[in-house]
């Protein structure tokens, strides 16, 4: 079959011009194919390299800071300034050791963090490299895909639905598209354009199919012109909501604790900048400064885990989000079920066979499309020679709103005719057909409908002009071999998977059963009529949460099936492949673009897949969770480790009147500390068995449980020091050092899971070297004396037994909370399930 627009040859295309396009829509279609040196046949593949150097690559370039100067911002800022005060006070004070340590503490933590923001970009930059917008362009008289960036101006490219236009472009070929321009123009309505008119970078092919010819890319283009003029706001995530908090409560907690020892020291008489260098730097250590940064890194690390297992994350906030999930709403093709269409009994009606309904079908499909059903149609013909014989005039591709493709065909007679083929009651009404016909055709469907099978109507037009109704294919698409036990996986993770479908009800039951996510499905109609009514309003959502799924669901209804969940209190994940599931996709906390998704869903979603089926949905749910479980436990050990050092040096200094531990050490203690932390991101973890969530007051109340316990194990090391062992000042110093040293590392340790530390999962080989390693540090610090007093190596091992007894403690300590905050979020489940019970039953 033939494209009768398409057959225009020209033999050669000419060389480029040196003048450029500068307005689009005065100029003729042949007039910019001169300018361009370009034809109908499109480019070849050299000229298009040849032109790529000369134009450069078709995206906006983004302005990268200078490494160096990025570098040199980490010695500017509120912690810096401290830090370099301190140094300063050094100074002034003669005090050149500390001078030198100060110094290494700022150096160290610029180089952290820089380190850990250049971790993070490159993973995200990998990232935006596999979610690279590509396009179909026509080159060596081929149509090929490529990705956008190399297009060049001349190139032919083909525009469809769904498609994020990726260069100013001339519209050459079809009959129109309707264009969304809002993220360009403003307007809320899309905009319809034919052949000769234009198409601007960026915006969104919403109906129809056409040729393009691209004159204008990368920072050329109308988009790149305004990009730099254009700023969103981004809401506040979850998870920046809960770094600040974390952060501010712990800043406004060291400032307190710091204020009340500066007061104390200086009304006994200290010296005031001995006394101020000394409280910079506990606030310093005590200040998580580098949370931010390693929180991003444990994301953007479990980012790039999650890619390699086909799914794509394209904010590294919405890791979180997919965490907490615990509703999906899944499509039903090519996720529940293998989108491998296949044609299996026809029902004739005017067709005299079934091979003339399928030429018919044939016909209104477009190959190059790559559609799953024209594909499958277009398979079913046994003569692959039969098309060729006529001539596509017009095709009118399948929107979700129209529900049928339509194309007009010139036959071997020279006679022009209408082809159609879509959702049967569309094309039936079509037809104008009696009672009789209309009765057999919904049997038909229903009967198919009851085996699993969609069925396709599909029509031609008659020498007067009226719709012919030939007959009804039917399309098998099995569940997924894996689904079933995905589906049981994903409930024990606490996920609930409710199936969403535009097929008939009866189809939709029939693959629910065999799934078994059970037969209570709803038509999106049936659902949502109109409630003005709060109370019915609720009735509704009720309803919408009491369905095991959604069947004739147009695009729309997904975003009120998202709303109405969210409304009852679920964190909703929904997924999505076409232009019109956009909005629900963005409402949803996790949208999902499946395998295969337009640009337009792609752009709306948190997280591509690059792999059919439910599978990827799960791991990616099971790998969150792992990454929210190592967030959790950073947060848990750098809050402990606070007020640990806060409260046990304000209160010793306070009561015993003397420095527990030297600002040097401190230094070393901050030091020693970050270094294991740098590798968290890649440590070991069980995925929570129910969906998660930042639960500050857990977070805080294990925290502070496990940090008034460290002040107090501390405080029984100082007396035993102190009063048993009769150290000298500079080694009771030295002996809270290790000690603090030792069991900051053990605490990270509790703090990783919520069940014994002993059990498993073991801590990553890469975590116990880095603890492992700064402990011998630490050990052979005070073993020696370096900076330090000595103390000897029996008091060393003593150090390490006390801890390691205290350690058991701790994670005593832990369970126990652990358990009473479960028993008392039992209970408030429970009265949360009283609420929802009437509605259940409503629903039932």
Known sequence: MNSESGSKKSSHCHH??????????????????????????????????????????????EKKENPITRFLGYFWGPIPWMIEVAAVLSIVNGQWTDLFIIAVLLVFNAVVGFWQEYQASNAVEALKKQLAVRARVKRDGKWNEVEAENLVPGDLIRLRLGDIIPADVKLVEGDYLSIDQSALTGESLPVDRKPGEVGYSGSIVRRGEMVALVVLTGAKTYFGRTAALVSKAKPVSH???????IGDYLIYLSLALAAALVLAMLFRGEHFL???????????????????????????????????????????????????????????????????????????????????????????????????????????????????????????????????????????????????????????????????????????????????????????????????????????????????????????????IKMVTGDNISIAREISRQLGLGTNIRTADELFREAREEDEMRVIAGNVEAADGFAQVFPEHKFKIVKALQERGHIVGMTGDGVNDAPALKQAE?????????????????????????????????EARKIFERMNSYAIYRITETIRIMFFVTAAMIAFNFYPITAVMIILLALLNDLPILTIAYDNTWPEPRPV???????????????????????????????????????????????????????????RTKRPFLSEPRPAPVLLAAVLVTQLLAALIVGFGIFVAPIPWAYVGFVWAYCLAWVFIEDWAKLHVYHHLAFSGARHRMFLDRIREPFHRHAR
């Not at 998870?239 to 908090?245: D, E, G, R």
């Open 274 to 496: 001995k006394v101020m260098q000394f409280a910079l730097i506990l606030i310093v250590a005590a200040i998580p400064v580098a949370m931010p940064a390693v929180l991003s890194v444990t994301m953007a690390i479990g980012a790039l885990a999650l890619a390699r297992m086909k799914a794509i994350v394209t904010r590294l906030e919405s890791i979180e989000e997919m965490a907490g999930m615990d509703m999906l709403c899944s499509d039903k093709t090519g996720t529940l079920t293998q989108n491998r269409l296949t044609l299996d009994e026809p029902s004739l009606f005017n067709a005299a066979d079934d091979q003339e309904l399928i030429l018919a079908a044939v016909l209104a499909s477009k190959e190059e499309d790559r559609d799953a059903i024209d594909m499958a149609v277009i398979n079913g013909l046994k003569d692959p020679k039969l098309p060729g014989a006529y001539m596509q005039v017009n095709f009118v591709p399948f929107d979700p709103v129209g529900k049928r493709t339509e194309a007009e065909v010139r036959g071997a007679d020279d006679v022009l005719f209408k082809v159609t083929k879509g959702a049967p009651q569309v094309v039936l009404d079509l037809c104008n057909p009696g009672e009789d016909l209309a009765r057999e055709v919904n049997s038909r469907v229903d009967a198919y409908a009851a085996k699993g099978f969609r069925a396709l109507g599909v029509a031609r037009t008659g020498p007067d002009g009226q719709w012919l109704f030939l007959g009804l294919l039917s399309l098998a698409d099995p569940p997924r071999e894996d689904s079933a036990e995905t589906i049981r996986q994903a409930g024990e993770l606490g996920v609930r």
């Open 16 to 61: 480029p011009s040196t003048s450029e396009a500068t307005d689009l829509g005065s100029k003729a279609i042949d007039d910019l194919y001169s300018e361009l040196g370009s034809c109908p046949d499109g480019l070849t593949g050299i000229e298009a390299q040849a032109r790529l150097v000369t134009y450069g690559p078709n995206a906006i370039e």
């Open 590 to 622: 996790t949208g999902i673009a499946v395998s295969g998704a337009t640009d337009a869903a792609r752009a709306a979603a948190d997280l591509v897949l690059t792999e059919p089926g439910l599978s990827v949905i799960v791991r990616a749910v099971e």
């Open 239 to 245: 998870f920046q909501k809960a770094v600040l908090s």
């Open 693 to 751: 969530r930042w639960e500050m007051r857990r977070v805080l109340a294990v925290a502070t449980v496990l940090g008034l316990i460290g002040v107090i194990e501390t405080f029984g090391l100082l007396l035993v020091g102190k009063l048993l062992l009769n150290l000298s000042e500079g080694q009771i110093q030295s002996f809270i050092y290790l000690k603090l040293a030792v069991a900051g590392h053990l605490t990270l340790f509790v703090a």
